[in-house]
T-cell receptor, first 113, second 114 residues
């Protein structure tokens, strides 16, 4: 069965610092990749997704992610974080023929003002 | 678009009581998912439906949990009898068919069983 690993469980940054959250998956076939964000007390919402084309995907709020097939990775980046980026971030993967995503455990990001 | 609507937002009840969580998916979406989120286990998929039919309930923790989708615009997740370890946030999500389709989540129900 496929799995999704988010190696950073907790990340603490100061405002304006750069962010990179890791996501690795364990499937060698065609995949669709997603990053979701969950602000405190709210529901998960889509940040960005990749399913084909340019491996560098830009999402909302200045986030981007790069799909590196050879490394089975889809890391999330933001050059300069803000206090309002404090949230839980989830990576998710669907296989080419499946509609059911596998979610990672999530990374808790705290940004100090 | 009203989004996925869940009710209630919060539920506090005593163990042994029946709990019913409700979900209205986004109109036109043909997949509906129920998740449970806890600190210990993260986000767990409990069950999902396609065109109102339950497809996979292997994530339902035990027979005390049941879910129904009587029509395309309504689903329920029931726990009977409830236990303190069922305390969690329960999310409903819906999506269109397609492996590249994102899920749209409701605001969740925060359930506390005393």
């Amino acid at each position: 069965a496929q799995s999704v690993s988010q190696h950073n469980h907790h990340v603490i940054l100061s405002e304006a610092a750069s962010l990179e959250l890791g996501c690795n998956y364990s499937y060698g076939g065609t995949v669709n990749l997603f990053w979701y964000v969950q602000y405190p007390g709210q529901h998960l919402q889509l940040l960005l997704k990749y399913f084909s084309g340019d491996p560098l995907v830009k999402g909302i709020k200045g986030f981007e992610a790069e799909f590196i097939k050879s490394k089975f990775s889809f890391n999330l980046r933001k050059p300069s974080v803000q206090w309002s980026d404090t949230a839980e971030y989830f990576c998710a993967v669907t296989l080419g023929g499946s509609y059911i995503p596998t979610f990672g455990r999530g990374t808790s990001l705290i940004v100090h003002p | 678009d009203a989004g996925v609507i869940q009710s209630p937002r919060h539920e506090v009840t005593e163990m042994g009581q029946e709990v019913t969580l409700r979900c209205k998916p986004i109109s036109g979406h043909d997949y509906l998912f129920w998740y449970r989120q806890t600190m210990m286990r993260g986000l767990e998929l409990l069950i999902y439906f396609n065109n109102n039919v339950p497809i996979d309930d292997s994530g339902m923790p035990e027979d005390r949990f049941s879910a129904k989708m009587p029509n395309a615009s309504f689903s329920t997740l029931k726990i009977q009898p409830s236990e303190p370890r069922d305390s969690a946030v329960y999310f409903c999500a819906s999506s269109f068919t397609g492996s590249n389709q994102p899920q749209h989540f409701g605001d969740g129900t925060r359930l506390s069983i005393l």
